[in-house]
């Protein structure tokens, strides 16, 4: 009788989590591959003529169209040079395959910021790709570790909602006495932030709607 072989499943999750990033890099590699060839096409080019005109060679670039291999930033940069279009155009068929962005609670992606030493968690929610317009929603936290509070200024507008707590918060020359369910939206070039946490923690959401800049 021959014996089972035992699994791991631990391995085993690790190996399918593997698999599954593997088939997401080559969803975005098939993408931006096929966009390569469709603005190719577009300027009636072979793959010889943007190849030359990009410093690739012609088998890298028949690579690229096929989804076979992933081209770093600067091959990206030398093809939008060649084919006149903006770096973040090779990424849109790609985004339009992820229009959804599902993130579990306590699994923002942390960023720094100003404020983040200071005891301010932030954390993003999602993100847009290859549109006029960046999107970026947080959750960001204050706790009592807070010492400092910096003010921000950035293009574009914000939208904060107060989910805990109570904060007075700065706009320009106004200041809002803020507690949950309130919100405040406004023109993010003035200077902005928390001026005092009066009931900790405090947990808003922000939404910061700016211009993208085009590469």
């Given at each position: 009788m021959s014996k089972r072989k035992k699994t791991d499943p631990a391995a085993d999750a690790a190996l399918a989590e593997q698999l599954a990033a593997d088939a997401r890099d080559n969803q975005l590699e098939v993408a931006i591959g096929h966009q390569v060839r469709q603005f190719r096409q577009d300027l009636d080019m072979t793959v010889a003529e943007v190849a030359k005109l990009a410093g690739l060679s012609s088998g890298m670039l028949s690579k690229i169209e096929n989804g076979m291999t992933s081209p770093s930033l600067a091959t990206l940069r030398a093809l939008s040079r060649a084919l006149n279009v903006p770096v973040t155009s090779f990424f849109r068929k790609f985004e339009e395959q992820r229009d959804a962005t599902f993130v579990h609670a306590g699994e923002g992606l942390p960023i720094e910021r100003r404020g983040t030493r200071a005891g301010h968690l932030y954390q993003l929610l999602g993100h847009s790709?290859?549109?006029?317009?960046s999107v970026e929603p947080y959750l960001i936290t204050l706790t009592e570790k807070?010492?400092?509070?910096p003010l921000f200024q950035h293009s574009g507008t914000e939208f904060?909602?107060?989910l805990e707590g109570r904060v007075i918060y700065r706009h320009g020359s106004q200041t809002y006495d803020m507690g949950p369910g309130d919100s405040l939206f406004f023109d993010s070039d003035v200077p902005h932030g928390p001026e005092e946490l009066v009931?900790?923690?405090?947990?808003?959401?922000?939404?910061?709607v700016q211009p993208r800049d085009e590469d």
């Open positions: 790709i290859g549109h006029r317009t807070s010492e400092v509070f904060i909602y107060l009931e900790l923690p405090v947990r808003l959401l922000s939404l910061i």
